[in-house]
């Protein structure tokens, strides 16, 4: 308040002040950073307060104490394969909201469907156990997020294909998963997948289509497509990071992202076999195992209302960040075929 020394004081700013181009080059512009030398350089009485009220009053320079690091900027520098630590670094900026069966937001099947309303019915992990379900809610559209089978056999594919052709919905929109080993083109065929699980399961040696024409034509077939019904604008994707080294994995980072890029920004549903990070994706070990890449791009991005995926069976359930519902639908429990199976997610 005394500038009884003020060429020392304002050198000591000019210092700052090239500190911050130095590591903020996108926050103070070649502009501001002149007018900053200008005033900290010359040797001069006026009041320093004043100084800084002028450089302050540059925007550029200004947004640097209000700039809000992105999510991709605080998990930059984390190992891709810690989600655990990945999601604790950007966990406080996501609302999360387990949502209750008997919520308004879900249908309480056999209620009436309200008019105008389209009824989405949701499947997921049901490993060649879908007969065990019991009748399932009609409705509009019939979303089955993958892992029908137990590890993708012709008998597998050809009683899903089946059950699919008894239900009366008029859309059927499905994905593979890690287990639908036989409809990975690339891993199942040149990738080692057949010889690895043909020695335990005895596959047949016929290639994926084959596998694939037990299924497709009883339902919308999705792999990194897209397809519009009722107005409703959803993408299917059947890829998961690397877990157990089954059909569909990819290494996290650069691989998944790849696949994540590919997803449409004009989305109203996105389908998945595998969750976003953070998201009904913890195991009964307590360890996170959903996709940093997804969870960004969702947010980011594609912005879809409705995520649906299982995998992750300890998972199921709906939850909500107060923009969208995360719905996982697996069916099966972690005890597959020897405990009740879970219903499927009714949504209105």
């Keep these: 308040t005394t500038h009884k020394r003020p060429q020392t004081l304002c050198l000591s700013l000019s210092s700052f002040c090239s500190f911050v181009r130095l590591t903020h080059p996108h926050t103070i512009s070649n502009t501001s950073a002149s007018l900053a030398s200008s ?4 040797r001069t009485t006026e009041p320093v307060l004043s100084i800084l009220k002028t450089l302050l009053s540059s925007c550029t320079f200004s947004t640097m104490f209000w700039k809000k690091r992105t999510d991709a900027e605080l998990i930059a520098n984390v190992d891709p394969n810690d989600p655990d630590k990945a999601w604790d ?15 308004p937001l ?13 009824r989405i019915v949701i ?7 879908h007969d065990r379900l019991g009748p399932i809610p009609e409705g509009d559209i019939l979303i089955h997020a993958g892992d029908f089978s137990n590890v993708g056999s012709l008998g597998d594919c050809e009683g899903f294909g089946q059950f699919l052709a008894s239900l009366p919905h008029p859309h059927k929109i499905v994905i593979a998963g890690n287990h639908d080993v036989s409809f990975d083109r690339e891993g199942f065929q040149a990738g080692g997948l057949f010889d690895r699980f043909h020695r335990r399961y005895r596959l047949d040696r016929l290639p994926c ?11 919308t077939y999705r792999e990194d497509q897209r397809t519009q019904v009722h107005g409703l604008k959803s993408y299917g994707m059947p890829w998961q990071p690397e877990f157990c080294d089954w059909a569909f994995n990819l290494q996290r980072g650069r691989q998944m992202q ?29 360890n ?21 995926f299982g995998h992750i069976h300890e998972g199921y359930g709906v939850m909500s960040d107060g923009t969208r519902l995360y719905i996982n639908g697996s069916n099966c429990t972690t005890r597959y075929g020897m405990a009740a199976l879970n219903p499927p997610i009714v949504l209105d």
């Design 106 to 118: 879900l249908s309480t099947y056999p209620a009436p469907k309200p008019e105008g309303n389209t």
């Design 288 to 308: 996170r195992t959903g996709s940093a890449e997804m969870l960004l791009h969702i947010k980011e991005k594609s912005k879809p209302k409705l995520v649906i």
């Design 258 to 286: 790849e696949k994540v890029d590919l997803i449409p920004h004009d989305i109203d549903i996105l389908v998945s076999h595998g969750p976003p990070l953070g998201f009904l994706d913890t195991t009964d070990r307590g």
């Design 123 to 129: 499947l997921s992990d049901t490993h060649s156990l």
């Design 209 to 219: 289509e084959e596998y694939r024409q037990k299924v497709i034509p009883f339902c």
């Design 39 to 42: 005033f900290f350089l010359r």
């Design 89 to 103: 670094k950007i966990k406080s900026r996501y609302a999360q909201k387990l949502i209750d069966s008997k919520s």
